[in-house]
Every structure is written in C-alpha cells, then in structure tokens.
C-alpha cells in the first residue's frame, strides 16, 4: 500500500516513477505512475470512501534493462507532458516544424523527396492545404509563392515543377518523358505521387518562380479506374459487395486497410463492428510510437462511444461503453512535438475539428458572395468570378479529407448543412440571368451525388421553388443518368441487406435517396425514355424490397404529376399497385388515379375497378366508403357506359335516401354522378358544424370542419343564390373564418378594407376559381394588393386562373 497525496498527482512537476528490485534475480521492475490512464478514477474512488491511500501494481512485463532503457527514458519524458497537461501550463504557441523533413530529404531525388514525405503521413491521405504548401518538396525558396487557390496548387520549386512536367501517361502507366530510371520502385513512386495530387484534388500545377512556364495539367495524369474497395462500392450503393468484403479474410493488414474497414463498417451504421475493427488496432503504446495512428484511432472511438451512447440499441451497449471507457483523446502539443512536429499542424486540426470550421468559413464565405451576386443580378449588375471553383474545391477536399482519412463526422446534421448551402450556391449561380455574368451551367456528377446522399428532400423542394427551377442541364460527358440506374441497381441487387441500413441516425437513409433521386430525375434535361428507365428500376426496387416504408410513395405521385403528359399508363399502373398492395392506408395518390383513367380505355378501367374492390362484375359495386379505395375510384366511374354509370346513380340515391351521408353526396355531387336535387343539398347543409364557440385556431385543415367550405364549392358549380339559408351559415363559422366566408358570399359586395389576399389560397377548386374569375371588382383589389405587397402564391393563382 503506498501513501499517495492527491497534489502530487495534479501538480508536481517531474515524472514519478516506482521501481522495485528482486534481489535474487537482481531483475528491476518499473512503473510509471503518471501514465497510468486509470490512476485519477482510482483516487477519487478512494477520497470518496475516506481513503488517503492507493494500492499500486508494478506490472511484471516491465523489466529495466539495456534492451528496454530507450523505452524507459520515453515513459518519464510522457509522464513529464502528462504533468504539464495537468497543470494546465501548455502553450498555445506549439508550432509544427517541417525543417527536419528538409534535412532529412536533402540528398535525395525528387521522386524519393516526394514519396517520403507523403509516406511520414501513414493513414493521413488529404493534407490541409496551409499544411501542403508548408511542407518540403512542395514548397520553394519564398513561401509566400506556395499557395492552394481552388484546384490550383503555385510553387517556386523549381525541381518539383520540372519533374511534374516531364510525367506522362501512356496506355495507364506513368513514366518521364525522358524515359530514364532514378530511383528504386520508380513507377510506383510516381503512381503514389499522382494519386496523392488526385485525393488532395490538386489538377493544375503553376509556376511563381522567376521566368515563365506553362501551367501543368495534372489532372491529364490521373488514372480513372472503378475501384472495388469496400468504401468505394458503399459509395455507389453496391451494399451487398461491400458486406462480401467487409467479410472476406484478406491478406492486407495496413493501416490504411484496417481504418477504411472501420470507416465503412460506421458508414454502414454498423457501430459495433466499426468499434470492434477499430480497436483491435488500438494501442496506448502508439501515443509515443506512432501518434498519427493513435490519433485517428482515439478520435474514431471516442466518436463511436458518443454513437453507441445515445443511438445503439443492441443489448450489449453497456459492454461497449465499458470497453471504451479508457479512451481519451488526450495526447497533447508538446507529445507530438517531440515525437512527430511535422504532424502537430494536421493533430490540432482534427483535435479541434479544424477540418470542418476552415471549411465551414471557406462556404459561408462563398455563399454570402453568391447570394450577392444573385441579388444584384436582378438590377443588371454583371460579375466575372462567381466562387464556383472555390466553392467545389473546398467541398470536395472537406468530401476527400473524410472518406481517405476515415475520420467519422456527424453526416446527420452538419455535413447535410455544408450541403445544403453549395446547393443553394450553385442553384443562385444557375439562375443567374445577365447573359455577362459567370454562370453556372451545367451540373456535374459531383454535385448531383452531393445532392441525392446530404440534402433532404424537403429543403430540396424549398430551393426549387425559391429559384423557380424547372430544368436541369447536365455535363453530358458524365453519363449522369448511367451513375443514377447504377445505384438503384445496386440496391435492388443489395436488397437483403438493405433493412439493416434502417435507423434515426445511420448515416445511409435510402428513402430519402429514393426520394431525391425522383425529383432531380424529373428536373433533368435529358430524353423521356432515360428518366423512364430510371424510374422503371425503382418500382422494380420498391416491388422487391422488404420495408415497404423505404418505398417512395410521395415522389412517385409527385413524377407522375409532373410527367402526366409523357409517362405511360403502364408504369402508372405499377406505380398505383404499390400503393393497393401496401399493407398501410396510404393517402395522396387520388391525382394519379385520374391521370391513369384519362389514359385507358373502357375496358381498362373497367378491369382496374373490378381488381381494386375485389368483384367480377361492376353491377355489384357497394358504395361502401369504409373501404379506403372507394373513394378514389368515383373519378372513374365517369368514365363507365352510360348503363353502369345509371346503375352507380341509383345505388348513390338509394343510400342517401335510406341514410345521408356527407361524403357520399359530396363525392357524387362533384362527380356529377348524380343530379343536383334540392331536398339532398338542404341536408347536406344541415351537416356543417357549429365552430362558432371553437377555440382550435387551427381546425380548419381538419375534414369534418371544412363542411362550409364544400357547401360553397356546390353553390358556385351551380351557380346559386346566397339565400337566407345560406347566409345564416355564417352564424356556425369559426370566428377566425368570419370574415372569409362573409366575403365568399358577397364577393363583388364586400367590404375590401377587410380583405385578405390569402383568402383565395384556402379552397382551391376549378368552382372557386371560376366564381373568382367573374368578380371584377375581386381581381381590381387583388391587383392593387400585390403592387403594394407581392405575394408569389397569391400572384401565381392571379396570373395562371383569374386574368
């Protein structure tokens, strides 16, 4: 038992270390006190219990000895930064320093003085860009003539330069033009240096030394290839490939192979697995020997344990916490500063989260000067530099710095916020009408696939209506349409796998991607039949998938609305039976319906009903409306033979007549399925509610309390009178709705000093309309009304139904 006082654990400065001796082996053991991880639980436990002492344990593996000496001088060099750590006396003013990269590759050739500074980055891929310009041989003589600007990389060194020019490739491989050979593994080293410039998307290569030179297409030097990684098949939703991988044995024990089996396993929302690769990996010994792996790994599990904290459900979280209990990302400046100064730059920006604020600042920044340029393009101003560059490249290295350095981000909200202010940028850019300006033209695959995996669908829409985009050019050379059917296809080859995807917060929704994918796919400016293609593989998906809720109702509707005119009435037909199949009472699609009747022919509809209400002959139809698809069919009965229609009128009138029913008059009033008959109309009158003493400020969007509203629907189809029957209705109106339905029944009449032009937003049907549309003195005051205060809706019902 030793006596240990708590400030000796806070605040004594040097390293404590207990030794013990075996006298008949003459063996020394050691134990460092201080980097003992577990060691502050310890003496709080044992202050809380009254306790001022602690028991400590010399491990038996710690031998002093010739062959273990340098390891004991790192031990009580750590301990000392541990002690300084607690004493909260770390300076803010640790600096990396690159100066022993520049002597360490001095001598060497320049594809070695490349190739060894990229591989002291082991498991860092994508460097910032401050820290690749700082670093040598990227750097020249002046560091102010190395700068990132974009995708364009400026350097005055002048033997990088050269040998960056003097590359080419041919039938995919990379040699010098001379032809001669430098250096050992040649190929390869040019290969690495190359997809360093591809990750880091570096594609243009300046000079800003004395003289001139010609700017170097780096981008000419990339090789292009499908890569089968497991990472990389997710990306393309070919999920079933990448479990096949993930489960392979495989023979490639690297760093960077095991964090992208971690990565992918997080991405996939399987957090065990991702905890499981990750720490069989982990090492409290790399803190010294190699801080740039114990980095990644203790910033990965530290984000995992917060992930299984507060969203893993699988029995086994309290076993996960505690075996991550011990991690902390506590290595600290003056730890990397001795072991790996050339790193300290890169640890405090994933420590701090610098990776993502520079990007942040970096978007925001260009998205405040689009939403400029946007504005002053309505005044005619013109702008030559519209960010667009700027704002691709900085997405696409935060994009890169992720998915090759496999550090796990919250994709749930702020990687979805970066996306959705590019989007916006670019959709401000694309609008722009100054036929001067810099616009942006076409969309890319890059900013598509941003579009369908981090922007939902709902702010998706808002943009869209914000911009009045209705068309979307795409880069043909991209083969975009192929890139969309090639994840739908992967899907439905992926599909048992698909339901474990299902989760609040797992970072891949597919029907959210589902969901976008219909509406970029009916904004495209492409040919019919590739958007039918594309939407042909997703009702094959939805009919084969096995959570019906990943299926896209709401946007199939929303396609077949907005392609009424090119869509067939076959894939209509399979779009409506996913809906009367599904095993939910799904809503909404009642405007599909009446697109697919205006297509068939008699006998199609008559085959369509007889298959939904499950009968073989339409003379037996129940008018039932406790079945949910009754309802949705009385447009096609408008369509039957002059016989079937008469038969559905008598059963209509029948079942009035032996009991009303207000939805039943009102669909086949509407439907003209019946004739008007004033005895049935009084009683459909006598079926509004009194809502004069309700206090619900928001009932009107609720059935039952819209009864006014239809009754006035019929008086303008028939063009009634506003009798005294009618205009006693008022007295059961809500009082928030008072003045709206005084105004439906006196239009021309009405007091205009208490008019709302939001009034005519509420019931909007061809009857309304038309009454509207005969109202002079209506259309004078909604004029007047939008030059003092334009309303976009309110001016797009004026334009499009009333002038």
Known sequence: MGRLQINYYTEFDEAIVFTLCDLNTNIIYWYDIQNDITLKERILQQKNNDIDSIQIYIPTENVLNENTFDEFLNKIESAKLVQFRKKNILSENYEADYSKIEDEIRDKHIIDKVDYTIKLFD??????????????????????????????????????????????????????????????????????????????????????????????????????????????????????????????????????????????????????????????????????????????????????????????????????????????????????????????????????????????????????????????????????????????????????????????????????????????????????????????????????????????????????????????????????????????????????????????????????????????????????????????????????????????????VNFIDKNENEISKTQIKEILDLFLRDDHSRYGFGRSINIYVEKCTESEIEDFIKTVLKIDDLKDIELDLENKYIGKLFYFFTFLNENLRENIKLRIIKKLEEKFDDKLYDLGIIYDLIDFDENLFKKFISTVPDMSKNEDEHYFRDYEYIRLGQVINLVFKFNLEFNEELTGLLKKSHKKYFDYYSWLMDIDNYDYSKFNPYWILEYRTIYYFQRFKKSQKLKEELSKSLNENYIECVAKIYFEQLV
Not at 173 to 198: C, D, G, P, R
Not at 325 to 333: A, C, R
Not at 402 to 411: A, R, T, V, Y
């Open 123 to 556: 498991g860092i891929k994508v460097l910032p860009t401050n820290v690749i310009c700082k670093l040598f041989p990227f750097r020249g003589l002046d560091e102010n003539n190395t700068y990132i600007k974009g995708f364009n990389f400026y350097t005055d060194n002048e033997e990088l330069f050269n040998l960056l020019e003097n590359l080419t490739l041919s039938d995919n491989h990379l040699t010098l033009k001379i032809h001669e050979v430098f250096v050992e593994n040649q190929n390869e080293k040019l290969k690495n240096i190359i997809s360093f410039l591809l990750v880091n998307h570096i594609y243009h290569i300046g000079w800003r030394g004395k003289g001139y030179k010609d700017q170097i297409c780096v981008h000419k030097l990339f090789q292009y290839s499908k890569c089968d990684c497991e990472r990389c098949n997710l990306e393309r939703l070919n999920i079933k490939r990448s479990n096949e991988l993930l489960n392979e044995t495989t023979d490639d024990n690297s760093l960077y192979g095991t964090l992208r089996k971690g990565y992918t396993y997080y991405l996939l929302g399987d957090y065990k697995s991702s905890v499981d690769v990750f720490y069989s990996i982990y090492d409290e010994n790399d803190r010294l020997n190699n801080p740039i792996k114990y980095t990644i790994l203790t910033y990965n599990l530290s984000k995992l344990r917060r992930l299984i904290k507060w969203t893993y459900y699988g029995g086994d979280e309290k076993q996960l916490l505690q075996k991550l209990s011990s991690i902390n990302f506590d290595i600290d400046e003056p730890l990397i500063k001795k072991k790996a100064p050339y790193f300290l730059e890169i640890f405090k920006n994933i420590k701090e989260r610098k990776f993502y604020d520079d990007t942040k600042y970096s978007i925001d920044e260009c998205f405040s000067e689009i939403q400029q340029i946007s504005f002053g393009d309505k005044y005619g101003n013109t702008y030559s530099d519209n960010k667009y560059e700027e704002l691709k490249s900085s997405f696409l290295r935060f994009k890169s710095y992720l998915e090759h350095n496999f550090l796990i981000f919250n994709h749930y909200s702020e990687y979805g916020e970066l996306s959705k202010k590019i989007l916006e940028s670019l959709f401000g850019l694309y609008t722009l009408k100054n036929p001067v300006s810099d616009k942006y033209e076409k969309f890319d695959w890059t900013i598509i696939e941003m579009w369908i995996f981090n922007v939902d669908d709902k702010f998706t829409k808002y943009l869209l209506a914000k911009y009045n985009i209705k068309k979307i050019i795409l880069d043909e050379d991209l083969e975009i349409p192929k890139r969309i059917n090639e994840l739908i296809l992967n899907l439905i080859d992926s599909n048992e796998y698909l339901d474990n995807l299902g989760g609040l917060f797992k970072p891949i929704k597919i029907d959210k991607i589902l969901n976008k994918i219909l509406i970029i796919t009916s904004l495209l400016d492409i040919e019919f039949r590739e958007k039918e293609t594309i939407l042909s593989n997703i009702i094959n998906l939805s009919k084969v998938i096995k959570n019906k809720h990943y299926i896209p109702f709401d946007e199939l």
